[in-house]
């Protein structure tokens, strides 16, 4: 099917790191990207890894690519609250003349202080 | 700013009337996706256009069509609509339609069916 599982919620004391996880459904997607949507706000793209790549590092972002068991995580070094929001990963799953996006259901982020 | 523009960013109408939801891609973007994010359904895939031609369909109602213009801005129209209807309408742009390196987003048209 196609669906791209996230858990729900997860919940983080400022100061520590917060991960994420994602099991996605295409082993010939191309790419994997997170978006993060604050309340009220659109999809702000945070990072993304080509399907070769198994970890890539972006300041306080660390994203790890398990392509075997169809895994990504995403995780966030030293968490601020003013990272608290949903985030969503997604996944490039390749079509015969296009590759389409597709989300994973969101995690709902929670940091308090 | 992602520099993809959505137009209106609100949106109140009734039951069985017809809406049309404007998307206009950053400079240079081809591609023009359209998602449906809902409280129920999370962010649903409808419709990707690509430099004019659909090329992929998600699940997307017969109520609903798009297209994309000569220019690349795309345009979501939403017919007969439904209570069901309402939600956020996020439209994405990107470079190409293979090889995706970045998609970016709209800040969406809330679409509130009374």
């Known amino acids: 099917g196609e669906d791209v599982e996230q858990s729900l919620f997860l919940s983080v004391r400022e100061g520590d790191s917060s991960v994420i996880n994602c099991t996605y459904t295409?082993?010939?997607?191309?790419?994997l990207y997170w978006y993060k949507q604050e309340p009220g706000a659109g999809l702000q793209l945070l990072t993304y890894i080509f399907s070769n790549m198994d970890m890539k590092q972006d300041q306080r972002l660390t994203v790890l690519l398990n392509k075997k068991d169809k895994h990504l995580s995403l995780r966030i070094a030293d968490t601020q609250t003013g990272d608290s929001a949903i985030y969503f990963c997604?996944?490039?799953?390749?079509?015969?003349?296009?590759?389409?996006?597709?989300f994973g259901t969101g995690t709902r982020l929670q940091v308090f202080p | 700013d992602s520099g993809v523009t959505q137009t209106p960013k609100h949106l109140i109408t009734a039951t069985g009337q017809r809406v049309t939801l404007r998307c206009s891609p950053r400079s240079g973007d081809l591609s023009v996706y359209w998602y449906q994010q809902s409280l129920d359904q999370g962010l649903q895939f409808l419709i990707q256009y690509y430099n004019g031609e659909e090329r992929a369909k998600g699940n997307i109602l017969e109520r609903f069509s798009a297209q994309q213009f000569p220019d690349l801005h795309s345009e979501l129209n939403l017919s007969s609509l439904e209570l069901g209807d309402s939600a956020l309408y996020f439209c994405?742009?990107?470079?190409?339609?293979?090889?995706?390196?970045?998609?970016?987003f709209g800040q969406g048209t809330r679409l509130t069916v009374v």
């Open positions: 997604a996944e490039a799953s390749p079509l015969y003349n296009t590759d389409k996006l597709i």
């Open positions: 295409d082993s010939s997607s191309t790419y």
């Open positions: 994405a742009s990107s470079p190409r339609d293979r090889g995706l390196t970045e998609a970016f």
